[in-house]
């Protein structure tokens, strides 16, 4: 998310897919919130600037999410070389800064995501499930999160 004036928005699904490009002009919190809850519950609100913007933080804190920013804020350049495949998607800055933040935040859990896929194994189907309990803190254990959606099933 890129806050201020005018909002970014990316929205990027477990496998780093884009499913929401968008900038809102003058948007309130709470029709931001509401927005944001038409594609489900945010896992990871991430920002490309350090420290990160308490708007952030405060949608954090409603979601229940964790949070993401950089040890150092990115430059344009940056920004720039992580968006490049997307180009044609980003309509303006507020969009390139919200997709770079996305982008930055899914690759620092991309390790994560892949010792995931390996522990399912032949149960793809309990990936989101997984990432989602392992992100909200529920579990340390990828194999007993596993274990334990596998009883309940």
């Known amino acids: 998310m890129d806050p201020g004036v005018t909002v970014g928005i990316a929205v ?3 496998h780093g897919k884009i499913i929401e490009l968008t900038s809102k002009r003058d948007v309130k919190k709470s029709d931001l919130i509401k927005y944001i809850l038409k594609f489900g519950k945010p896992l990871i609100i991430a920002s490309d600037v350090n420290p990160m913007p308490k ?26 070389k992580i968006v490049r495949d997307f180009e044609d998607e980003i309509k303006n800055s ?4 919200a997709l770079a933040a996305a982008i930055k935040a899914f690759r620092s859990y991309h390790e994560l995501f892949i010792r995931v896929e390996k522990s399912l194994k032949n149960r793809e189907e309990m990936y989101d499930d997984v990432i989602k309990i392992v992100l909200e803190k529920k579990s340390d254990s990828i194999i007993d999160v596993i274990r ?5 099933k």
């Open 55 to 80: 708007m952030i933080e405060k949608l954090a804190s409603i979601f229940g999410s964790r949070t993401y920013y950089p040890e150092v804020s990115l430059t344009n350049v940056e920004k720039e």
């Open 148 to 152: 334990s959606l596998v009883k309940k």
């Open 94 to 97: 507020h969009q390139k800064d």
């Open 12 to 14: 990027l699904d477990l």
